[in-house]
């Protein structure tokens, strides 16, 4: 008798343990879903901008899976890196500016099949103030698998400049 309730007792823990850590899996749902989308970019990507310029990307995952790293290479301009990982419910980016300034934005992502992540710029170090030119914004649009479209928008004394990155994946290299 002692031994089941012993048993019984063990199984209420666990079942309470359980169920107050359900409401912060099921907020983290949509994040870890957006995550896992993003994962899917790991590779190298190769495109053009509005004017023709190349571009030449690479998405890798770092730190045990927990980030995406991307290096973006345009014609013309120094290289950019940008860092995505799941900030709570939603999606944070950090962005390694040419210009040496660190802005941070971060997406709520939606409900559903995720086409499209929209990163808002919520500060940034290094930058003195919100005159000097920036990225403010990031949309990312999943056109299929082997295809995205990064709109960047560049803000300087409150006038906003978007650059559109189309990109496409290069194929693995046979080992």
């Known amino acids: 008798m002692f031994k089941l309730l012993r048993f019984t007792g063990i199984l209420a823990v666990v079942a309470i343990a359980v169920s107050f850590s359900l409401p912060a899996t099921c907020a983290d749902n949509n994040a870890a879903k957006a995550f896992q989308k993003l994962k899917t970019l790991a590779g190298n990507w190769e495109g053009t901008d509005e004017q023709g310029n190349a571009i030449k990307s690479n998405f890798k995952l770092v730190i045990s899976d927990t980030t995406l790293m991307e290096t973006l290479s345009v014609e013309g301009m120094h290289e950019m890196l940008t860092m995505y990982s799941i900030d709570n419910d939603g999606i944070a980016l950090l962005h390694y500016c040419p210009t040496n300034n660190q802005p941070w934005m971060r997406a709520m992502v939606p409900d559903g099949e995720i086409k499209e992540l929209v990163f808002q710029f919520q500060r940034a ?51």
């Open 125 to 175: 170090g290094n930058l003195a103030n919100l005159d000097v030119g920036h990225e403010h914004r990031l949309v990312l649009r999943f056109e299929d698998d082997d295809h995205v479209v990064e709109r960047w928008t560049w803000r300087r004394n409150g006038h906003d400049t978007e650059m559109v990155y189309r990109l496409t994946r290069k194929p693995a290299k046979a080992q």
